[in-house]
């Protein structure tokens, strides 16, 4: 069984930054691919980022491209979401998530078997 748990949420302004982490358990930590997804007051949740196994390959959501980066540090077993130019709607729970089924990621919920508790993320005006 993995543990995530993320932590580095909070209130921050409008153009702030903040970075978020995601602390995992497992021992095979080096081969998952990870995502992060958020879900805002009244939507589904939905993909953010995610990266390989290795860090070698990310994909982001169009609403963060250019402005949050995935990373990872496999000596650690943490990922990391760093968030720029923040913007009211980014206002959500960030979920991290990890996926020993696939270790290139996805952007689908489904390919990935464990789930953090969240970490809430408000962005004001």
């Known amino acids: ?3 995530l748990v993320e932590s580095g949420g909070g209130l921050v302004q409008a153009g702030g930054s903040l970075r978020l ?3 995992a358990s497992a021992r095979t930590f080096s081969t998952y691919a990870m ?3 958020r879900q805002a007051p009244g939507k589904e949740r939905e993909f953010v980022a995610r990266i390989n196994w290795s860090g070698g390959n990310t994909d982001y959501a169009d609403s963060v491209k250019g402005r949050f980066t995935i990373s990872r540090d ?3 077993n943490t990922v990391y979401l760093q968030m720029n130019s923040l913007k009211p ?3 959500a729970v960030y979920y991290c998530a990890a996926s020993s089924l696939d270790s290139y990621g996805s952007r689908s919920q489904q390919a990935y078997n464990y789930w953090g508790q969240g970490t ?3 962005v004001s005006s």
Do not use: I, L, M, P
Request: with cysteine; proline share 0%; charged share 15%.
């Open 1 to 3: 069984q993995v543990q």
């Open 21 to 23: 982490s995601c602390a």
């Open 35 to 37: 995502g992060w997804f």
């Open 74 to 76: 496999n000596a650690k």
């Open 89 to 91: 709607e980014d206002t």
């Open 120 to 122: 809430q993320v408000t």
